[in-house]
């Protein structure tokens, strides 16, 4: 993904300053009652500490993006995410309407967790409710949705979790856009 290739640029022109610094606070040893090299030291300390900050393994960023269907949300993260690249649909069925985790892999994949039987049972009783609030409202199109593709939910249910690797990223986008 081209914002990964971004960072790694930004920490290889980070790593040349970090060095730069170094050699030169490393001929101005000797010579400190002349020059001030304490701001200098401050700045690359601060750098340091910035950037082991970033890239600590145990730090994991989430963010959550919320807004009503065709607000934009999958063109947003698109932009984002994948330099443009329409890699999350953008069709007039909302694939985004369930929880939609992205997280950075090497490998071209997806990762996708269905709902478990008592799951569906709750959606399929909320979609024949009459109750006007949103959780009955998704579960109404959720199943209007699958009644139209002529899927048989039950056959995803008994899977529980599927993870599908792709050649290219472009088999993916793909088979995200059936």
Same mark, same amino acid.
């Given at each position: ?124 009783? +909320?979609?024949?409710?009459?109750? /006007? $609030? ?6 109404? @199109?959720? #199943?209007?949705?699958?009644? *139209? ?6 056959? +995803?249910?008994?899977?529980?979790? /599927? $993870? ?6 472009? @088999?993916? #986008?793909?088979?995200?856009? *059936?």
């Amino acid at each position: 993904m081209q914002i990964f290739e971004k960072t790694a640029s930004e920490q290889k022109r980070i790593d040349e300053f970090l060095n730069i610094t170094e050699k030169h606070l490393e001929k101005l040893k000797g010579y400190e009652e002349y020059v001030q090299t304490s701001l200098l030291k401050g700045v690359r300390e601060d750098l340091l500490q910035i950037t082991n900050n970033f890239y600590c393994n145990d730090r994991k960023l989430n963010i959550g993006i919320i807004g009503q269907v065709k607000a934009g949300k999958s063109t947003f993260l698109n932009t984002l995410l994948f330099d443009g690249k329409p890699v999350l649909p953008t069709a007039r069925t909302p694939k985004t309407a369930a929880l939609t985790k992205i997280e950075y892999s090497k490998e071209n994949r997806i990762c996708v967790e269905y709902y478990d039987i008592n799951e569906w049972k709750t959606l399929e009783e +909320y979609g024949q409710s009459e109750i /006007e $609030d949103n959780e009955h409202t998704v579960a109404r @199109e959720t #199943m209007k949705m699958v009644a *139209e593709s002529g899927i048989n939910p039950y056959t +995803y249910i008994e899977k529980q979790k /599927e $993870d599908i690797a792709f050649p290219s990223l472009e @088999e993916l #986008m793909g088979q995200l856009n *059936e």
